[in-house]
């Protein structure tokens, strides 16, 4: 670039979240502990998942708030379906929470935020209702008119890299008609975040990894978008290269502490750029509609969708994946292949018939995609059912 050549003028908003802390470096249990102590929470309640139940980290955890431990509610299931949003607010309506603390997967801690707001909404309300689609252009972030006023703080101590606790919506599922919906607020984000690596060993090594690729898939949808920003795009990056080398090591080594951590900071930068309006395309908007049709893990659905979708945009985002491999220090190939090269080499499906997914349930993911924010974001414009199933049949 000469140095007489005048850059363009850009536009663009960066909203900083509610978010206040990010804590690592001590045990999960003395942090939540501190946090609600901080706050000044009397009757807290924990969200978890079924399995967690009789785990030893969740009796940890309750034995760490001692008497401010109001109730305990292991309902959270997988696509956060909207009957146990609906229970988990009735308990924490209940037990009269002050204070939740998600503990688990990107699941647990979208029901905790959605339980939130079904709590803020009064648990009167038609859930069906009260959880529809929402555009998330149209949510800012950083509103902080009424977020203080009935409000349930949360505290999130993720076990995954899914950066649920990073973000201001939740997916939440209608399982009769295998749909999610996103439903968001200013105040549905956690407070604060709570990242103690030894809790993700409760998790399968092969879910975890998944997580990670999601996370892999948080970056990179955002470089390769068309709509750039240097806060996205530096964030972004930094979280590609450290889980290109930290997943790695989590897969050679399972049992080291560092490379986990690595990993769950990478996850927090992956997502970061949504702050700057960067928007995911297509790979997140089917996988979101496939979790829930078909109740895949979107770790997964990333593995499997990610490479499809950056062969499908090639014509139109061509310069963005080749930067983005350049960053990576590949000189040759492309992302697709490197993206598929990196899940394969954990184990991970790379195919959707590999998930159990038919054929024939193509067009029904297809139909459905289209009422997914994302595709309305993705780099080549997705105008139809035709161009979301022909992904999915290169993807299958």
């Known amino acids: 670039m000469s140095s007489h050549e005048i850059l363009p003028m850009t536009t663009g908003v960066y909203r900083h979240t509610m978010l206040e802390r990010v804590i690592h470096g001590q045990p999960f249990e003395k942090a939540v502990a501190e946090e609600v102590l901080a706050h000044g929470s009397q009757r807290v309640m924990i969200v978890a998942a079924p399995q967690a139940n009789a785990s030893a980290s969740l009796a940890r955890l309750s034995a760490a708030l001692e008497a401010r431990c109001a109730g305990v509610f292991c309902g959270a299931l997988p696509h956060v379906p909207m009957q146990c949003v609906y229970e988990g607010a009735l308990q924490a309506r209940q037990c009269k929470a002050d204070h939740l603390v998600a503990m688990g997967g990107g699941s647990v801690i979208d029901a905790a935020k959605a339980i939130a707001l079904l709590m803020h909404k009064g648990t009167a309300a038609n859930v069906s209702t009260?959880?529809?689609?929402?555009?998330?252009?149209?949510?800012?972030?950083?509103?902080?008119?009424?977020?203080?006023?009935?409000?349930?703080?949360?505290?999130a101590v993720p076990q995954?890299?899914?950066?649920?606790?990073?973000?201001?919506?939740?997916?939440?599922?209608?399982?009769?008609?295998?749909?999610?919906?996103?439903?968001?607020?200013?105040?549905?984000?956690?407070?604060?975040?709570?990242?103690?690596?030894?809790?993700?060993?409760?998790?399968?090594?092969?879910?975890?990894?998944?997580?990670?690729?999601?996370?892999?898939?948080?970056?990179?949808?955002?470089?390769?978008?068309?709509?750039?920003?240097?806060?996205?795009?530096?964030?972004?990056?930094?979280?590609?290269?450290?889980?290109?080398?930290?997943?790695?090591?989590?897969?050679?080594?399972?049992?080291?502490?560092?490379?986990?951590?690595?990993?769950?900071?990478?996850?927090?930068?992956?997502?970061?750029?949504?702050?700057?309006?960067?928007?995911?395309?297509?790979?997140?908007?089917?996988?979101?509609?496939?979790?829930?049709?078909?109740?895949?893990?979107?770790?997964?659905?990333?593995?499997?969708?990610?490479?499809?979708?950056?062969?499908?945009?090639?014509?139109?985002?061509?310069?963005?994946?080749?930067?983005?491999?350049?960053?990576?220090?590949?000189s040759g190939g492309d992302l697709a292949t490197w993206v598929e090269r990196f899940v394969d080499g954990f184990g991970l499906p790379t195919q959707l018939r590999k998930l159990g997914v038919a054929k024939d349930d193509l067009p029904g993911i297809a139909w459905k995609s289209l009422h997914d924010p994302g595709m309305r974001h993705n780099p080549r414009p997705a105008r139809s059912a035709a161009d979301a199933l022909e992904i999915l049949e290169a993807a299958w």
């Open 130 to 155: 009260l959880l529809d689609t929402q555009d998330l252009s149209l949510v800012d972030p950083a509103r902080r008119s009424d977020a203080d006023s009935g409000w349930l703080r949360i505290t």
């Open 160 to 330: 995954t890299l899914s950066a649920a606790e990073f973000t201001w919506f939740a997916g939440v599922s209608d399982p009769a008609r295998k749909v999610k919906n996103i439903v968001a607020h200013a105040a549905m984000i956690p407070r604060s975040v709570i990242l103690d690596p030894a809790l993700t060993q409760e998790f399968p090594l092969s879910a975890f990894l998944a997580s990670g690729v999601k996370a892999v898939d948080h970056a990179i949808e955002r470089l390769v978008a068309l709509n750039s920003h240097p806060m996205s795009d530096a964030l972004s990056l930094h979280a590609l290269r450290m889980l290109s080398q930290a997943l790695p090591e989590v897969h050679r080594q399972p049992d080291e502490l560092g490379p986990r951590l690595q990993c769950q900071l990478a996850s927090w930068l992956s997502i970061a750029g949504g702050s700057a309006g960067v928007k995911t395309g297509a790979s997140h908007a089917l996988g979101h509609v496939l979790g829930a049709h078909m109740g895949v893990s979107h770790g997964l659905t990333s593995c499997v969708l990610l490479p499809s979708v950056l062969r499908w945009n090639w014509k139109y985002n061509q310069q963005q994946q080749l930067h983005v491999m350049s960053a990576l220090g590949e």
